[in-house]
């Protein structure tokens, strides 16, 4: 039951863009007891289904910018291959911090976007009153 909540839980921030593996590497290792190669490996097997019928869904809406994909797709694959390597070839205490300090980074640009789009918005309110 676990496992089906979590597939569905990171599945849904996958389909809304915001890194449903993300996710799905965090719950994998912090409550699916599994280590930090298997839950990254694991992401990567998910992360193919949950591409294409997203791909699926906004080519249909016509929102992909095929051009653009075609070169990131061809630049992520080279950077997937490398990164592979480098994370085989690493200690799992090494990789979880690493990840940590990844998230960490994420975690701290949402929250000054968050605070430049409030100050924006309280500016743009300002000038209307």
Request: contains cysteine; positive net charge.
């Given at each position: ?62 929102t992909i910018d095929t051009k653009l994909a075609t070169f990131i797709s061809i630049c992520g694959i080279i950077g997937a ?49």
């Amino acid at each position: 039951m676990l496992e089906v909540i979590i597939g569905i839980f990171s599945g849904i921030f996958s389909g809304v863009g915001m890194g449903g593996g993300t996710i799905l590497i965090f719950l994998l290792t912090m409550f699916g007891g599994l280590e930090q190669h298997i839950a990254q490996a694991t992401n990567l097997i998910y992360f193919i289904p949950t591409a294409i019928s997203a791909i699926i869904v906004n080519y249909r809406d016509k929102t992909i910018d095929t051009k653009l994909a075609t070169f990131i797709s061809i630049c992520g694959i080279i950077g997937a291959i490398i990164g592979a390597k480098i994370s085989v070839n690493t200690d799992v205490e090494k990789l979880r911090k690493l990840f940590g300090i990844f998230l960490a980074i994420i975690a701290i640009h949402e929250i000054y976007t968050l605070f430049k789009e409030y100050k924006q918005h309280k500016k743009r309110h300002n000038k209307i009153s």
